[in-house]
């Protein structure tokens, strides 16, 4: 069957692309992952509709996201609560609900959170690029068009009338994230902590920082105290491969935690989120506010395993 048309985009928003879980194992070419910013809720919206978790799905952030449905589907909200309307009524989120050609989707205004995802029964077919359907927004490849959504663009699917079965499942409100405007983030030691003062690095732990309107999906930029490194230690060093989570220091000491957009850095690393809280790091939004608490080894290994028991549970209750 070929594909059909899914989803008009009216207004695309302060950005929407389309997204998976990524592209893993390209690093070394200087190919950055990219993916969902929130993955946890990524994986569960595909799960409500009855998709694989990494099937590619719509990312919206903060506002201004519109789009009209070409055929009957079932779709899911899963993410921020960005007031999602359907045919200017509330939708639920965290359901997976069935639509109709012709119904309009909206997200008015964040309640909380930043970003949302747009899940649709079949996928939303786009190519896949090395191995991926996520968008790269800077290099100009994959997703639709190697480009964030804009209007008038058609985004197809395939058997989406497979999945209305799917309609009325819902995630259970002790697996749903809790969004809010200060965040405490889990982090452990950087690769250069010891670069910095050990009055900056006891601050780090102390102070509340801000979300910076500068944030992108290639860094959060947090405003708060200035972290000095120790006499006579660089501001920069040479870059070297980094992972999403680290968290490194420019030279005015502003911390910027590092996203999927981003395979390098070439500042010291004060330290890094646990996987666990990976995810919380997709819906910081401008203007929140972000504290940091130290963890081991052992507990982050422990909290990912709960959050990845969390995903299995959906899995295997909401198989068909």
């Known amino acids: 069957m070929a594909a059909v048309e899914l989803l008009d985009i009216m207004t695309p928003g302060i950005l929407a692309t389309v997204q998976d879980t990524g592209r893993r194992g390209f690093g070394q070419i200087g190919v950055a992952p990219s993916g969902a910013a929130d993955s946890y809720s990524c994986r569960l919206g595909n799960l409500l509709v009855g998709n694989l978790e990494d099937a590619a799905a719509i990312e919206v952030t903060l506002m201004g996201f519109q789009a009209r449905f070409g055929c009957d589907a079932v779709a899911a909200v899963t993410g921020a609560d960005l007031q999602p309307t359907l045919n200017d009524r509330p939708l639920p989120m965290w359901t997976a609900h069935q639509v109709k050609a012709g119904d309009v989707l909206a997200f008015k205004t964040p309640v909380c959170g930043c970003r949302a995802y747009l899940a649709v029964g079949g996928g939303f077919s786009v190519p896949a690029v090395m191995g991926s359907r996520s968008t790269n927004v800077g290099a100009g490849f994959g997703g639709h068009a190697g480009r964030a959504l804009q209007p008038g663009d058609t985004l197809s699917g395939r058997h989406p009338a497979q999945y209305l079965h799917c309609r009325g499942r819902t995630i259970p409100d002790a697996l749903r994230p809790v969004h809010t405007s200060t965040w405490v983030l889990r982090v452990m030691a950087g690769p250069q902590a010891e670069q910095f003062a050990p009055s900056s690095y006891a601050r780090f732990f102390e102070a509340a920082y801000t979300v910076s309107e500068k944030s992108d999906r290639t860094g959060v930029r947090l405003e708060g105290p200035v972290l000095a490194t120790q006499p006579g230690a660089p ?77 299995a549970w959906v899995r295997a209750n909401l198989a068909d």
């Not at 000491?253 to 330290?271: D, F, M, R, S």
């Open 235 to 311: 501001d920069s060093i040479l870059s070297e491969g980094i992972l999403g989570g680290a968290i490194q220091v420019p030279g005015d000491g502003q911390p910027i935690i590092l996203l999927n957009e981003t395979v390098t850095g070439g500042y010291c690393k004060i330290a890094a989120v646990i996987a666990a809280d990976l995810p919380l790091l997709g819906q910081l939004a401008p203007g929140d506010t972000v504290r940091f608490q130290e963890t081991d080894m052992a507990t982050a290994v422990d909290l990912l395993r709960r959050v990845e028991a969390a995903v």
